[in-house]
């Protein structure tokens, strides 16, 4: 079964139908996860969009057989099945050489936006050669943090040590021709990984 | 003073320590906010970011003197006064064709996304040549929605008739150069702005 390595990242075409599995394999490990539709439209990507699927459906998350949607409010990946206690985050960008720094740590720790960078420059699709450009710029989309559990209270947010334990997983479904790239938060500077980052694994079905 | 006129918008630049101070001049209005930093970086804009701000301040908005963060994680707007219940939304995408035709309304229903659209249009900015590019395939920052109330209970979320009274307002202050850019919301299929969509008022100071 393939492997997402600790700190790193691996990246996955799905045709429509086809579906991913995500696997916390050690347990208490964040899995910042994006998609983008194939092709890429000329100006500017289709991407899985946090904040436009909680808009649309009221809630944070979607339920089981309801799907995230894209910046065009249409669905990419559905959830078909999470045997995880159902905790993932919508609401935290994904950790980045800034962030890094503001802890005191260096600029070049492990992050998710390099990451999805280096994923997508590994991504031979023609149509994507303008997404690299907007990535070094500082544009991400929001990701869908697998297994990271973050508290609300009131206005207040806390990320806390995950629920997942090892072997839970979740399974998305494409909705469209897409890719998904899975980064192994390599944040070690706060509880989101449980304080020890892991590797985790994938497997297409 | 000047108007944001009811359904449409204003757009406003600033120099570093400028305050725009955004009133709700009918009260229970929203106004849908960005901010762009000037010049714009030659790939892709630094924008005023809702989901790097809470990811950075653990909460959900910045309290009186502190500020929202760019996509870099940088200042970009600071609340110097707040008048109102301080109830704002960072949780909802701007309102767009594709949210109106989802709402059985028509896609020329007048929506924040355009207005976001037609106010870059206007501003003589060279460096700004490239946004609406992106605005046209469907990218749009996460605005700063004022004023508008977003009810939390457990993972699901509810759109409620804003708390603001008539004269409400919020000052900004500019940490570095920008646009600000204010959509007075459209919505009136939902109790987002009362059901009533109305003008409100901005001053710089």
Not at 14 to 41: E, N
Not at 66 to 95: K, M, Q
Not at 111 to 130: G, I, T, V
Not at 189 to 197: F, H, I, K, Q, V
């Amino acid at each position: 079964m393939p492997i997402i390595p600790a700190r790193r990242f691996a990246i996955q075409r799905l045709r429509v139908g086809q579906s991913i599995k995500v696997i916390d394999s050690a347990g208490g490990q964040v899995i910042d996860t994006f998609a983008f539709s194939i092709p890429s439209t000329p100006a500017f990507p289709r991407y899985m969009s946090m904040t436009h699927t909680r808009s649309t459906l009221h809630k944070f998350l979607p339920s089981i057989n309801e799907s995230f949607l894209d910046n065009r409010r249409d669905p990419i990946l559905t959830i078909v099945e999470d045997t995880s206690p159902g905790i993932h985050d919508v609401l935290y960008a994904a950790c980045s050489p800034e962030r890094y720094l503001q802890l005191g740590a260096d600029k070049d720790h492990d992050n998710c936006a390099k990451n999805l960078y280096n994923a997508l420059q590994q991504f031979r699709e023609p149509s994507f050669s303008h997404v690299l450009k907007f990535l070094e710029s500082g544009w991400m989309p929001d990701p869908l943090n697998l297994f990271m559990k973050v508290n609300i209270n009131g206005s207040d947010l806390q990320c806390l040590n995950p629920e997942s334990k090892a072997g839970d997983f979740i399974t998305l479904k494409a909705e469209q021709e897409c890719v998904v790239i899975m980064s192994a938060c390599p944040m070690d500077l706060s509880a989101c990984n449980g304080g020890e980052p892991s590797s985790a694994k994938f497997e297409v079905i």
